[in-house]
């Protein structure tokens, strides 16, 4: 099945690119299209239908999640939240995942995921969703 969404990993192959990442002194570097080591993400686990949730409550529950070496997203349906729209998640802020509650937590608000940019086929869009949650 082709899936809806184009997969980043074509194009963000790349470490250098400063749209896929942030560092600030005395900072951890941010990889917007890897899992965080400590975040829970495991190749055993498919994260299809866990909840999804932000620092300031739910946002919907994940249609589509894949993993790639710098190319994990999260596809996440956001029920009548923001008009039944999908929003794709890098897996970057993803800052922890509970299996046995099948729930998604993330470092970012409601409003910052809300006004991500919508999903396209341009090229460009990836680079501008790697931007949009790569800001503190």
């Known amino acids: 099945m082709r899936s809806e969404f184009e997969d980043p990993a074509d194009r963000h192959r790349r470490a250098d690119s400063e749209a896929e990442t942030m560092h600030l002194p005395g900072m951890e570097m941010f990889l917007a299209w890897d899992y ?6 495991s190749p055993e686990y498919d994260l299809t239908g866990y909840h999804v949730e ?9 249609s589509q999640a ?9 596809a996440v349906d956001t029920g009548p939240w923001i008009f039944g729209r999908t929003v794709v998640i ?30 396209s086929d341009e090229p460009a869009y990836w680079d501008k969703l790697s931007a949009h949650y790569g800001r503190p």
Do not use: Q
């Open 66 to 74: 894949t993993y790639a070496m710098h190319g994990s997203y999260l």
């Open 90 to 119: 890098p897996a970057g802020i993803v800052s922890n995942i509970d299996h046995a509650g099948s729930r998604i937590y993330l470092d970012r608000t409601k409003e910052h995921v809300k006004s991500a940019p919508d999903y």
């Open 36 to 41: 965080r080591p400590d975040a829970g993400w």
């Open 54 to 62: 932000a620092v300031d409550g739910s946002i919907g529950k994940v």
